[in-house]
């Protein structure tokens, strides 16, 4: 498929937008016309530098009001399309957008705007250019791709065609099937943008709110699946207008657009293989080519999680607490390894001079560790850099979005790479090179819970990583939710809304069918604190325990501080639930928070923050699928006033 983009979804100037699809690897670009014209280049050096750069250039647009109107307005209309076509020449364009008409249209009959049409492709022919009329969704006579085409139709000229734009089509609720109706000889160009489904009025959806493939509510894979059947074989263009895309860096954004259309790619070619296998009719010949990524299958864990920092004792001392052991420190690096259960904490001190601790790498158990990162870097994934001596276990990583390292580590119950700490390190002071011992004081009961269900119960409580909470910048929140999809292949589920003191938190998950790895990526408010700095969110790894009332109990044996949860919470909490007292009494004396469902219950408790991350221990109950939702408020305003007492461990 040959990949396009339009200048319009880019920031920056004309060349450094040329120069970014070049280097993410697009085949062509549209130009859009106010790039062109705030340009200090010329059309001939626009045109010298796309061939340089190794680009297209497929489309110049827009051309806009041109059919339905009076003769008067056609004669003038005329006269600024030839103005364009003499542009178009220079550029070495030879296809132009021409919109159905949002302004002037005076005259609704298919017949007229035909033949107004039909005069435009004869002045066209004399350039050499072509017309692709496209229905805009907000048109005032013409605004469904089956009207456009049928007026193309009507029009019967080899330099009249239509333009597809998903869209227009989708934003209506249109059936895409319709295209491969249409001659793909007269189909001259495919426009494609994704949106969040919102209720809005549609120009208004369409200027700001669309997104890359993928990034959206859209099915794009059907509609690609369409155009595919269609027979068309022309460019596949990206057409996106969206307020943060032309805020954001315009490199990654380039590479971050080709990456959703390689990951459309690879979606629509699954369900085509699938249709032909159950006996779809063949494709057309000849059809577009899609191209395949290596084939994956999602993780089925996380296999560690590793926080920065040059200072490891406080994030030490709280993972003792929740009955975390010490396996040692790594031969040759300042690295620590702590392990319960499944749940496995790498405590990182390269590079790490004046750093809180925070997350800064997530590794997740898949079935083929190379073919993962070989598909990663297909998806244009930032390789990170390691070394590692020959008797290491070679570990390959890339970036995500925002900066977090993603390694692909082979699946397995005890990884080869822990091998490399040793047990003769000496631990952290406080810490256990064993675990919490059965009669020290980490086993001992919380006061008020002796003789309970609370009691503590020697050994590992918490057996894996449940989830982890990950905040994104503003400008990289679409992108990682794409990257994470595409690359791991996780999938979305619907995303919710949190309020804070700070302002509202956007958060969207990404997970694993059976929930064997479940991220959640937070959108944080840009909030500034009293001085004018920037106000940081801290991101968290949720452990999951079948007992949370012993975890909580040894934990609080230990002396650890939990995040304060107010009384009025819990009163709510007997109004909203019908909780025994006792049990309720029980998750009071204990700081435990507490939601359920028609499927199950889900109980939990939080740390204090360290740095620029906290810890919460989960226990899912029944088919709880959630992540305490409710409770977060409570969450968010516990550690803003923590916060702004300055509070918070360091």
Same mark, same amino acid.
């Given at each position: 498929m040959r990949t396009s983009i339009a200048t319009v979804c880019l920031s920056g100037t004309l060349e450094e937008k040329l120069h970014a699809c070049a280097e993410a690897g697009f085949d062509g670009v549209e130009i859009f016309e106010q790039d062109l014209l705030v340009s200090p280049l010329s059309p001939e050096e626009v045109r010298a530098l796309a061939d340089r750069l190794g680009l297209t250039l497929d489309l110049y647009q827009p051309f806009r009001d041109f059919d339905g109107v009076a003769e008067d307005v056609l004669v003038e209309n005329l006269r600024r399309a030839e103005a364009k076509f003499q542009v178009m020449n220079r550029l070495g364009i030879d296809t132009i957008l021409v919109c159905s008409n949002v302004a002037t249209a005076t005259i609704d009959d298919d017949e007229v705007m035909a033949s107004q049409l039909r005069r435009l492709g004869d002045l066209a022919a004399r350039y050499g250019v072509r017309i692709a009329y496209e229905a805009l969704a907000w048109g005032r006579f013409v605004n469904t791709y089956g009207r456009a085409w049928r007026i193309v139709q009507l029009a019967d000229h080899p330099h009249v065609g239509t333009c597809l734009d998903s869209f227009h089509i989708l934003s209506r609720g249109d059936d895409p099937s319709g295209i491969e109706d249409i001659d793909p000889e007269k189909i001259f160009f495919v426009q494609l943008a994704d949106a969040p489904v919102l209720s809005m009025d549609i120009l208004s959806w369409s200027r700001h709110y669309r997104v890359f493939p993928g990034q959206?509510? @859209?099915?794009?894979?059907?509609?690609?699946?369409?155009?595919? #059947?269609?027979?068309y074989t022309g460019p596949v263009s990206l057409e996106i207008f969206n307020d943060v895309f032309r805020q954001s860096n315009v490199q990654r954004t380039a590479v971050d657009a080709l990456r959703s259309l390689q990951w459309l790619q690879n979606r629509s070619g699954h369900r085509i293989a699938n249709a032909l296998a159950a006996g779809a009719a063949p494709l057309p010949e000849p059809h577009m080519e899609l191209t395949q990524l290596p084939v994956v299958e999602p993780p089925s864990g996380i296999d560690f999680v590793e926080l920065r920092t040059d200072e490891p004792d406080a994030v030490a001392e709280v993972l003792s607490q929740l009955g975390f052991a010490f396996r040692g420190q790594h031969r040759r690096k300042a690295v620590q390894l702590w392990t319960q259960g499944a749940a496995r904490v790498v405590i990182n001190g390269q590079r790490a001079r004046a750093t809180e601790p925070s997350i800064s790498a997530l590794a997740f158990q898949v079935a083929d560790a190379r073919t993962g990162y070989e598909r990663a870097l297909e998806l244009k994934a930032r390789p990170v850099?390691?070394?590692?001596?020959?008797?290491?276990?070679?570990?390959?990583?890339?970036?995500?979005?925002?900066?977090?390292?993603?390694?692909?580590?082979?699946?397995?119950?005890?990884?080869?790479?822990? #091998?490399? @700490?040793?047990?003769?390190?000496?631990?952290?002071?406080?810490?256990?090179?064993?675990?919490?011992?059965?009669?020290?004081?980490?086993?001992?009961?919380?006061?008020?819970?002796?003789?309970?269900?609370?009691?503590?119960?020697?050994?590992?409580?918490?057996?894996?990583v449940d989830h982890v909470n990950l905040a994104q910048p503003w400008q990289a929140f679409d992108e990682a939710v794409l990257f994470y999809e595409s690359v791991l292949r996780l999938t979305t589920r619907p995303g919710t809304e949190v309020p804070s003191p700070a302002g509202l938190i956007r958060s969207q998950v990404v997970r694993t069918g059976d929930g064997a790895v479940r991220l959640a990526l937070n959108l944080v408010p840009h909030a500034l604190d009293a001085d004018g700095t920037a106000r940081s969110y801290p991101e968290h790894v949720g452990f999951a325990t079948r007992d949370i009332v012993a975890?909580?109990?040894?934990?609080?044996?230990?002396?650890?501080?939990?995040?304060?949860?107010?009384?009025?919470?819990?009163?709510?909490?007997?109004?909203? @639930?019908?909780?025994?007292?006792?049990?309720?009494?029980?998750?009071?004396?204990?700081?435990?928070?507490?939601?359920?469902?028609?499927?199950?219950a889900f109980l939990h408790f939080y740390t204090e923050t360290i740095g620029q991350v906290f810890f919460e221990v989960v226990e899912r109950r029944g088919g709880y699928d959630g992540y305490g939702a409710p409770n977060a408020p409570v969450r968010l305003a516990a550690q803003f006033e923590r916060s702004r007492r300055g509070g918070e461990r360091t």
């Open positions: 959206g509510g @859209f099915d794009l894979a059907a509609f690609l699946v369409h155009l595919v #059947r269609s027979g850099a390691r070394h590692n001596t020959a008797d290491e276990e070679e570990l390959h990583a890339v970036r995500a979005p925002d900066g977090t390292e993603v390694f692909f580590a082979a699946a397995g119950t005890e990884p080869a790479w822990t #091998r490399e @700490f040793g047990p003769g390190a000496i631990p952290p002071s406080g810490a256990s090179s064993t675990g919490p011992s059965p009669t020290g004081t980490a086993a001992q009961a919380a006061p008020g819970t002796e003789g309970t269900a609370s009691g503590v119960v020697p050994g590992e409580l918490i057996e894996s975890v909580a109990g040894r934990a609080k044996a230990a002396g650890m501080d939990f995040l304060p949860v107010p009384a009025n919470y819990y009163e709510d909490l007997a109004a909203r @639930f019908r909780i025994p007292e006792e049990e309720l009494g029980l998750l009071r004396r204990l700081g435990l928070l507490y939601d359920e469902d028609d499927d199950g």
